[in-house]
């Protein structure tokens, strides 16, 4: 908004190549609801035409194609990846289906209810968007979204990919998806006569059936649905509250915000790496990227420390644990060269020239797609450790893939750090999440991949029993906690609990090596996941957030230590 501001009120020039210029492209475009409501669903209009047209096999394999490049989900998601398997190389990964609903709630008591609301919202998309028999086309989208979501993968979804994953040769995934030209499809997107990794085998199996034997109407419909879904906000005003109420209904809240509150959201999305870049020159000291760097290595060095001393473990598996731990790569704040990051590879047309956000995010999509068709193609050499998340989200994250941990510049903010606050704060706000990202090297996902960010075996036979014990205690011990009647899915939010205590047990030790006053090391802890929410919000949040609610990641987490309880 600030950009926008300078170029329209205050006449400040950017050339077409510059962010600035980009920024401001894309703002005006979200935030022109005018233009937005005129064009109507024109700029979708290619892709629900392609799909249309839609008769046979073959046509439905370019059809495929054609979604896929541009960014839109299909009964083939291929993802671009780096290979579990090998982690040098890169590959196309079968991930990511899409159910419309998510799968939790259409296993519950309460399934029948969310597909009603799903059905009745996609059913006005389709309306919306010209189509003849909205009902009809909703029901099969359904249908197929429901299908697809009964073979999806349990609650501990994490731990349960790593186990499931495998990698399938072309031959194999065609005999699959006899209803496609799996090899076109494949040799299109640059994957050629290369395997694929398969991450959910008995999904990809059903959705291979589905794609084989229901009539293509109903495949029509899903892929339509998958588009109008994906692409609603960036759409209509019409189209926008119809995204907004249907998540009122499945979250049970009261939203009531109109299209243009999602201009800067939507800017966000499309030009990410760009306002990251402007957001670091214009807000980020440069002492904090070296002090969350420090902090991180004193976290690491008490990491091995308590590795060491485990007299759980073997003396092999303590061996391969800290080798694990020391090749962690740490991306603190943000990348040194942004210029790996930020692509220019496609023109932005404003919207006096007829441009438009989905004209923005499809071209992107196919940029992206050309460049990773490059990298496969030509065999390079995987990129490990790379930056996932921009460096303006207040979040942190690790990667079993590349064995690296995130903390961007986004959450080293009040109340999680403050250059100015005293060590305990910053140890127990910022310094927590370093320890909780660390530590998902060795939950039950983390304990499936080795140093190198493969899946492997590091573990002794005995060790990794013992492991597998001590996991299960965990989601029994959270199994039975509830807030007011709806109890902790222990399975859900294992991998979190792991990390919230293992990261807590880190923080007291490194605080007790300082010296430190341990009540504002809780206090800080305790501070940063203060949050408010609706009771009927909160019940949604169990049903599907991998952690657990802020409530319980404070109080049973400190409730494990004698130095709180001391």
Request: with cysteine; aromatic share 12%; hydrophobic share 40%.
């Amino acid at each position: 908004f600030y950009l926008y501001r300078r170029y329209y009120n205050d006449g400040a020039e950017y050339a077409k190549s510059t962010d600035e210029y980009r920024i401001i492209t894309a703002y005006s475009a979200a935030a022109n609801m005018g233009y937005r409501d005129k064009i109507g669903f024109e700029p979708i209009r290619e892709w629900l035409d392609v799909i249309d047209k839609v008769n046979n096999k073959e046509q439905l394999s370019d059809a495929i194609i054609k979604l896929e490049k541009s960014g839109f989900t299909t009964v083939l998601p291929l993802a671009a990846d780096i290979s579990v398997f090998d982690s040098s190389k890169y590959t196309l990964s079968v991930s990511g289906f899409y159910t419309g609903v998510l799968p939790q709630l259409m296993k519950g008591n309460d399934a029948e209810r969310y597909l009603g609301y799903y059905k009745d919202y996609i059913s006005s998309l389709f309306k919306m968007s010209g189509d003849k028999n909205p009902d009809e086309s909703a029901a099969y989208a359904a249908e197929i979204c429901r299908a697809i979501a009964a073979e999806k993968v349990g609650a501990a979804t994490g731990a349960a990919l790593a186990k499931t994953v495998e990698e399938w040769t072309p031959e194999r995934l065609e005999a699959v998806y006899s209803g496609l030209n799996v090899k076109k499809i494949l040799s299109a997107l640059g994957r050629a006569d290369k395997s694929v990794v398969v991450y959910e085998p008995k999904t990809a199996a059903a959705v291979g059936r589905i794609t084989s034997e229901e009539g293509i109407d109903k495949i029509k419909a899903y892929l339509k649905a998958a588009v109008l879904d994906g692409s609603a906000v960036y759409l209509t005003t019409e189209a926008f509250c119809a995204n907004r109420d249907y998540k009122n209904k499945v979250y049970e809240i009261s939203d009531n915000s109109i299209a243009a509150d999602r201009a800067v959201g939507i800017t966000r999305e499309l030009m990410g790496w760009e306002l990251s870049n402007l957001y670091i020159d214009m807000y980020f000291p440069e002492t904090s990227k070296d002090y969350t760097e420090n902090l991180t290595r004193g976290i690491i060095d008490v990491y091995e420390k308590i590795i060491e001393s485990s007299e759980r473990l073997t003396p092999e598996t303590r061996a391969a644990a800290i080798k694990k731990l020391k090749a962690i790569s740490v991306n603190a704040a943000f990348p040194n060269d942004f210029g790996e990051y930020i692509s220019r590879d496609y023109e932005m047309r404003p919207i006096t020239d007829g441009g438009s956000l989905m004209e923005y995010k499809t071209k992107k999509a196919d940029a992206a797609a050309e460049n990773f068709k490059k990298l496969m193609t030509d065999g390079t050499v995987a990129e490990r450790g790379g930056w996932l998340i921009y460096p303006y989200t207040v979040n942190a994250m690790y990667d079993p893939v590349s064995n690296s941990i995130t903390i961007p510049a986004g959450i080293l903010q009040a109340p999680l750090f403050e250059a100015s606050a005293a060590y305990e704060e910053n140890l127990g706000g910022v310094g927590f999440v370093i320890a909780h990202e660390i530590s998902h090297a060795f939950d039950s996902v983390g304990a499936r991949f080795d140093e190198s960010g493969n899946i492997g075996n590091w573990w002794t036979d005995s060790d990794y029993r013992a492991f597998g014990e001590l996991c299960q205690k965990t989601i029994d011990e959270y199994g039975k906690i509830s807030i007011d009647g709806e109890y902790i899915n222990g399975e859900l939010t294992l991998n979190e609990n792991i990390a919230d205590i293992a990261a807590m047990s880190c923080i007291i030790q490194l605080a007790k090596d300082k010296k430190c006053d341990m009540s504002r090391v809780f206090s800080a802890y305790a501070r940063s996941w203060r949050t408010k929410s609706t009771d009927e919000y909160q019940k949604y949040l169990i049903k599907t957030d991998s952690h657990s609610p802020a409530k319980i990641r404070v109080n049973r987490v400190l409730s494990n230590f004698d130095e709180f309880i001391e």
